[in-house]
Structure formats: C-alpha cells, structure tokens
C-alpha cells in the first residue's frame, strides 16, 4: 500500500501513531463554538460579536482569527 501511494512505511507509521497538536485541538474546538454562536444568533452576529462572546467562555483569540475562521466555515453575516 505505501508504494501504490509513494510514501516510506516509517512515514505512513510516523502518521498514524501521531496525536493532534494543541494547535490543531485548539482550531478545531473555536470552529465548533464559533458556528454554535453563529447559528444560535440566527447568522446574524459578525466576527466582533462572535469574539466577544468567545472570550466570555474563556478562548483567547484575535477578532481578525475569528473573521478569518467564519470565512474559512463560509459563515456570512447578514447575507442569507
């Protein structure tokens, strides 16, 4: 299988006993409760809102990273 996909055997093992990195976990869980947010104010709060709300949860995170991260899940304000 591993010369069918042109990979070494040690980096197809390297891959699957990986974990996720804290970056990755971190992502992850803001584009969860970013779209909760998004989707429990009816799609209509933007970025400012959305972090704020963030922060009053206990994410850390930039207005710009969370404008970046909605436009990354297609999330759109006030455009239906």
């Known amino acids: 299988m591993c010369s069918i ?3 070494s055997r040690s980096g197809y093992y390297n891959w699957r ?3 996720a990195s804290p970056q990755s976990v971190r992502k992850a869980l803001l584009l969860q ?3 909760y947010h998004f989707n429990d104010n009816q799609g209509r709060i933007g ?3 959305v972090t704020i709300l ?3 949860e206990g994410h850390k995170g930039s207005e710009r990273t969370v404008g970046k991260y909605m436009r990354e899940l297609g999330l759109r304000y006030g455009r239906g």
């Open 17 to 19: 006993n990986s974990t």
């Open 5 to 7: 996909f042109k990979v």
């Open 54 to 56: 963030l922060r009053q």
């Open 33 to 35: 409760r970013i779209t």
């Open 47 to 49: 970025s400012p809102t």
